[in-house]
């Protein structure tokens, strides 16, 4: 069956930069958009990137433009997440996505869902 497994979360400092990995077995990796949501508590689930599977085209958040970046190798079949300058709003349980979309903001549209990994910014 599909797994979709996150590892990198932490805790870390204002300012600082993570690296959230997102290892796909179970699927054809290359025919699947790829994406990255968080919630925070009391939030409902936010879309952060991702990165479709036409062409590689990438997408992100209003919130996250110009600090994230989500990159897939597609010989390990990974989504990485690179996070830079975060900030204490970052703060979120952060999940792996995989749907057939071209892509979408909305969590409905996608099929497959990991366990999560809480990121924790502190000022």
């Known amino acids: 069956q599909v797994q979709l497994v996150e590892s990198g979360g932490g805790s870390v400092q204002a300012g600082d930069s993570l690296r959230l990995s997102c290892a796909a077995s179970g699927l054809t990796f290359s025919s699947y958009t790829m994406g990255w949501f968080r919630q925070a508590p009391g939030k409902e689930r936010e879309f952060v990137a991702a990165?479709?599977?036409?062409?590689?085209?990438?997408y992100y958040g209003d919130s996250v433009k110009d600090r994230f970046t989500i990159s897939r190798d597609s010989a390990k079949n990974t989504v990485n997440l690179q996070m830079n300058s975060l900030k204490p709003e970052d703060t979120a349980a952060y999940y792996c996505?995989?749907?057939?979309?071209?892509?979408?903001?909305?969590?409905?549209?996608?099929?497959?869902w990991g366990q999560g990994t809480q990121v924790t910014v502190s000022s």
């Open positions: 996505t995989a749907g057939r979309t071209v892509w979408s903001t909305n969590p409905n549209e996608y099929m497959y």
């Open positions: 990165i479709s599977w036409i062409l590689g085209r990438t």
